[in-house]
């Protein structure tokens, strides 16, 4: 029997499932935002929050935690990890190091909800897709 398993499965097997919300997770934490359908913001939610709860704490196991939830990619950017300062380019005096999600989600994000006890995401109804009529949202960090 299958009481209290809820997961939102998005009719995908377990591999594609995964894949597909560690994408999500990372568009967001890179942008900021995104527009998906209902159905994947509403999985990707508590998702999200536990990977930024993860990046409130900070120590390394946390960091080697959350980089098994998001990919790691750059974002061509450079970050200034003592001030968590972000730059365009590569400034001369200045120790930067190149901008990655994992960086940018522990030196800022992290930062940035360290009072907040909860509820850092939230979707936003739109109107259905013009192809198919699915139901759409935005998701956004708070």
Request: with cysteine; hydrophobic share 35%.
């Amino acid at each position: 029997m299958r009481h209290m398993c809820k997961r939102h499965t998005l009719g995908k097997a377990q591999d594609q499932r995964k894949a597909l919300l560690r994408s999500l997770a990372t568009e967001l934490f890179v942008h900021g935002e995104i527009t998906t359908t209902l159905a994947r913001a509403k999985a990707l939610k508590p998702y999200a929050e536990k990977i930024i709860t993860l990046a409130k704490k900070g120590d390394l196991h946390s960091i080697r935690q959350a980089a098994k939830y998001i990919y790691n990619k750059e974002t061509g950017k450079f970050i200034d990890l003592s001030t968590g300062e972000v730059f365009a380019t590569k400034e001369e005096g200045k120790k930067l190091a190149a901008q990655t999600v994992l960086r940018k989600l522990f030196v800022i994000i992290g930062k940035q909800y360290s009072d907040k006890k909860g509820g850092y995401t939230r979707i936003y109804h739109l109107p259905p897709r013009r192809g198919d009529a699915s139901e759409m949202a935005l998701i956004q960090l708070v």
